[in-house]
């Protein structure tokens, strides 16, 4: 396991429209567009093994999805996105660097308080 700082701004297109058809948007409830951006440093890693090190990674992933409410307190959320992904490899002792393409597909469940 290593750390991630994960900054994502979110844009929800189309509250206004669920409101004039006099459905529920409490909770951000809707579709959005966003901008995930990643940052994998190479500060630690927790592992079995000694000595592990990863690359320091950099992503950039416009993704689009949608958020619904389950009742009073659950909430659901899926998205899928295709972006750029940078690997530092010098910086863990590889001998250069790469850029790829990268995916983002998720679907969370969460719950509100």
Do not use: C
């Not at 416009?62 to 409410?69: A, F, I, Q, V």
Request: overall charge positive; aromatic content about 16%; glycine content about 8%.
């Amino acid at each position: 396991m290593t750390p991630v700082i994960t900054l994502e701004p979110r844009w929800y297109y189309n509250l206004n429209r669920r409101v004039s058809k006099s459905k529920n948007i409490s909770g951000n409830s809707g579709n959005f567009l966003t901008l995930q951006t990643s940052y994998h440093p190479n500060w630690f890693v927790i592992s079995n093994y000694d000595n592990v090190e990863i690359a320091n990674q950099i992503s950039i992933i416009p993704t689009w999805g949608l958020k619904r409410n389950i009742g009073k307190h659950f909430t659901y959320e899926t998205g899928i996105g295709i972006g750029y992904r940078y690997i530092f490899a010098e910086s863990a002792g590889y001998s250069k660097n790469e850029g790829e393409a990268a995916a983002n597909l998720h679907l969370r469940i969460g719950y509100r308080f």
